[in-house]
């Protein structure tokens, strides 16, 4: 969904904010051209620039010619970085692009060969489309005579990358390459789209801006075409015709390094963590294959062997990710079964049989006899321990874990091949990254068998889905994916996984949960212990339920089953078939305090156990989708849910000596600030008579009493007060809630002065997302679109899945009388919250 702002309307492409490229030289003695090269670029008054300059220490005269070039030109955004010893030409890029600002980033080689003039066209294109993707702009190959799919591969200085839209752990170049690190990055990024013309960017003979790699770098490059850009099987096929093509084009790409003869360091190597993986020192093991795959990214055994490794670090989404990429190459892959870290009675005989591989490629007719002859074998294995006696399974059961007492383990329940336990979780927004870690936290510590796992996937945005089909296609955990063309919201997500459920024990989680210590199978034991008992959660850092809220380092946790009123969704297990969830609390909040009383009504009571402990990033999807805790929707869930179980709100019964003042601000703590309760309401009106207003006006308050009144006076409408009282707080800081509070009361009230007011004191220098999005707001209200434009391009990049910044963009296209942009637009917010903007986009419509 990144083409958004861009595509906003043509008649005002140009009010998008201009997008400021920052050129990165490295000079490493070139003395004889370095001066040309800055002159050109320096010349060229229109581009927004942003020059960094690296001498990478050069030992002839050319630090004292760029300082010279320099100081000429007076350019206000150069910034010139000297070596006294040469960093390489990979690492200096990445120091540069440590310290860059710009949007559009360019590695230019030798500026004389490029035609500045068109350089402006460039810097258009991805100001108008901030958000299509990173750029690539290529020579004219048709001008060569070349034709069909796939291309000879540009130079470096051809790219010019759209920064904005670079996944953040991938904002680097491959130091092992001097030649080709753009064209590595960008199929790194998973980005393998065909090489074609876009425009004709150099002077005079264009085939010298072709790559001219070494050996080294052709391998480098070779194994991020296969990591990055195989993800899917369109990719693949493009992936291969690349890696087919370059050969023919590039002739001193022939050598292939899988022919050479292994050196001496890398088969020392080999043996080395071939002796550390028999001992069990994995980490040692695993260092040593790193030492080859560094320089030989694309060795076999190395390869092969750190698939092993990482399948014995219980890192197995790594791992599968790497039997691709070696299937990819043509190499054999292990075909073993996952399983969790075995004891060392159960570990084979010699662990080194794994890792004889061939040193050459199979041909695809090769591969898939091995696969055959290791498919047949593995069944007749199996049919020979059927026929066998049961001794070793006899053995198990007479020697129970020692461990199963203190709940560190059960080995019957890991046992077990039926599916006994379900795992929940349902998924929104841009959720891969969150995902990633919660499913990686869970093979960290869990077994798969016996567990399976439902992940239902409400309308993601990212490249989630992708994601979850590589999950299904490796039967990680017995993966199950719900695909829903919308956000139906968590309630109705958990039912639709419990509706799928198989295991009789199920476990929602939420997707920013990370696992610390074994936990389902603890879990399912306090239940099965514990039969008055229907649900039951670890403790975790952070949660709205205060029971379950607990420090990691907290002493000498009890590991009894506590009874509480209520349970927090971030992760809980109950027994399939008991309860479900309420759908009518829509996106999100009260759905699991309504499950635990729906529990409790029930008969069977809900706890926790302060033993169990979990790590939770609270909040991390509610607020990326623009429903943080405590929004209007927090508070209309806690208005259905008091109606829902009777619960009426009202003073309590110590409270009726009170004086008037302290019961307002009890009144403040109990009344709801979006939906106020009809009888606290009256309540407030009974209160405050014309002796207690003036009585508050003519006093001077502590500021905690003053903050709960200026507080009550927002929620009760009382304006007059409240403008008096404010003139109060002029020298108190206030927190960030209570700015939140203020600013957010007079933007609902169309007064945007004081609701900017409120916004500008925010302490700090950068303001928080929601602030900046109520300033989109008033800005768009005011109808300025080109200010609008430019905000709303810089919250896509903070936050790409917030459904108002959608509906925002809907709006402009509106009002610029693009309907149908509009509707589309419309409906990508009602994709990700239809609670919010179903209505009104059909009203619209």
């Not at 309630?491 to 929602?508: F, H, L, M, P, R």
């Not at 429903?627 to 929707?633: H, L, T, V």
Request: aromatic share 10%.
């Amino acid at each position: 969904m990144s083409y958004i702002v861009g595509k906003i309307s043509q008649s005002f492409t140009h009010f998008f904010i201009v997008s400021k490229l920052t050129a990165i030289t490295v000079f490493q003695n070139r003395a004889a051209d370095v001066e040309s090269n800055l002159t050109a670029l320096y010349e060229h008054h229109d581009l927004p620039l942003e020059l960094i300059i690296i001498n990478d220490g050069s030992s002839d005269e050319t630090g004292r010619i760029i300082q010279s070039v320099v100081e000429y030109f007076q350019h206000d955004d150069t910034y010139y970085f000297e070596h006294e010893t040469p960093y390489g030409y990979g690492r200096s890029l990445n120091e540069a692009l440590l310290n860059a600002t710009g949007d559009i980033i360019w590695v230019p080689g030798n500026l004389e060969e490029i035609d500045l003039e068109k350089m402006s066209s460039i810097i258009d294109h991805l100001s108008q489309f901030p958000y299509a993707g990173a750029s690539v702009i290529t020579p004219d190959v048709e001008s060569l005579g070349i034709t069909g799919d796939v291309g000879p591969l540009p130079s470096d200085q051809s790219f010019f990358w759209n920064w904005r839209v670079i996944p953040p752990k991938e904002r680097y170049f491959n130091t092992a390459m001097e030649h080709g690190f753009a064209y590595e990055l960008w199929m790194r990024i998973g980005r393998p789209r065909l090489w074609k013309s876009a425009i004709n960017l150099y002077k005079g003979d264009t085939k010298q801006n072709f790559l001219d790699l070494t050996r080294h770098e052709r391998n480098e490059l070779r194994f991020a075409l296969l990591r990055g850009g195989a993800d899917n099987r369109d990719q693949a096929r493009i992936v291969e015709q690349q890696i087919e093509y370059i050969p023919r084009t590039i002739n001193v790409l022939e050598i292939d390094s899988d022919k050479q003869e292994e050196s001496a360091e890398h088969l020392q190597l080999i043996e080395k963590a071939k002796q550390a993986l028999a001992e069990g020192n994995y980490s040692v093991s695993l260092d040593a294959v790193e030492r080859i795959l560094r320089e030989d990214p694309l060795h076999r055994k190395a390869l092969t062997m750190k698939i092993t490794l990482l399948e014995r670090m219980r890192r197995y989404v790594e791992a599968s990710e790497l039997k691709y990429t070696l299937k990819a190459a043509g190499g054999p892959v292990i075909d073993e079964p996952i399983a969790p870290e075995k004891s060392e009675a159960q570990e084979p005989e010699d662990e080194t049989d794994v890792l004889e591989e061939t040193d050459e490629f199979l041909t695809e007719a090769e591969h898939e006899e091995v696969l055959r002859e290791e498919t047949e074998a593995e069944s007749e294995k199996e049919e020979d321990e059927d026929d066998a006696e049961p001794v070793i399974e006899e053995t198990e059961k007479q020697q129970p874990d020692p461990e199963l007492e203190s709940g560190e383990n059960d080995q019957s329940v890991r046992d077990e091949v039926e599916i006994d336990t379900t795992v929940i979780i349902p998924v929104a927004g841009t959720p891969k990254v969150r995902l990633e870690r919660c499913l990686q936290s869970l093979h960290e510590f869990e077994s798969p068998s016996g567990i399976e796992l439902i992940i239902i996937d409400n309308a993601t945005l990212d490249e989630t889905h992708d994601y979850l089909d590589q999950l299904q296609s490796d039967g990680f955990f017995h993966c199950r994916v719900i695909s829903n063309p919308q956000n139906v919201g968590f309630a109705k997500a958990v039912n639709q996984g419990i509706d799928e459920a198989t295991g009789s024990y199920i476990c929602v989680m939420h997707d920013d949960l990370e696992l610390q210590m074994p936990l389902l199978v603890r879990l399912k034991k306090l239940l099965i212990e514990n039969e008055d008992y229907d649900a039951v959660a670890p403790v975790t850092d952070y949660s709205l339920d205060m029971d379950q809220a607990a420090e990691k380092g907290e002493p000498g946790r009890s590991k009894e089953l506590i009874e509480i009123e209520y349970l927090d969704s971030y992760c809980m297990m109950f027994r399939s078939g008991s309860t479900r969830f309420d759908e009518t609390f829509g996106a999100a909040f009260f759905e699991d305090i309504d499950f635990s009383f729906q529990i409790r009504e029930n008969g069977w009571k809900v706890g926790i156990t302060p033993g169990l402990w979990v790590r939770h990033h609270f909040g991390s999807t509610t607020t990326e989708l623009g429903i943080p805790a405590k929004s209007p929707r927090y508070w209309e869930n806690a208005e259905y849910f008091h109606k829902k179980w009777n619960m009426a709100i009202s003073f309590p019964p110590e409270s009726e000596n009170a004086d008037d003042i302290e019961k307002l601000l009890l009144l403040n703590e109990l009344i709801n600030p979006y939906f106020p309760e009809p009888h606290l309401k009256e309540l407030f009106d009974n209160l405050f008579t014309s002796e207690l207003r003036t009585q508050i006006l003519e006093s001077n308050w502590p500021k905690d009493i003053l903050l709960g009144l200026v507080q009550l006076m927002m929620k009760m409408e009382v304006r007059d007060v409240l403008r008096s009282l404010e003139d109060e707080l002029k020298d108190i800081e206030l927190s960030g809630d209570m700015l939140d509070e203020l600013a957010y009361f007079y933007y609902r009230h169309n007064i945007f002065s004081r609701s900017r007011y409120y916004i500008d004191e925010y302490p700090g220098e950068k303001a928080p997302f929601h602030f900046k999005l109520l300033e989109l707001e008033m800005t768009l209200a005011e109808k300025e679109v080109e200010k609008a434009v430019e905000l709303l391009t810089m919250l896509l990049e903070e936050n790409p899945s917030h459904p108002d910044l959608y509906r925002i963009s809907g709006e402009l296209h509106q009002l610029n009388g693009d309907k149908k942009e509009a509707a589309r637009f419309f409906e990508l917010a009602r994709q990700l919250d239809p609670y919010r903007y179903s209505e009104k986009d059909k009203a619209i419509g």
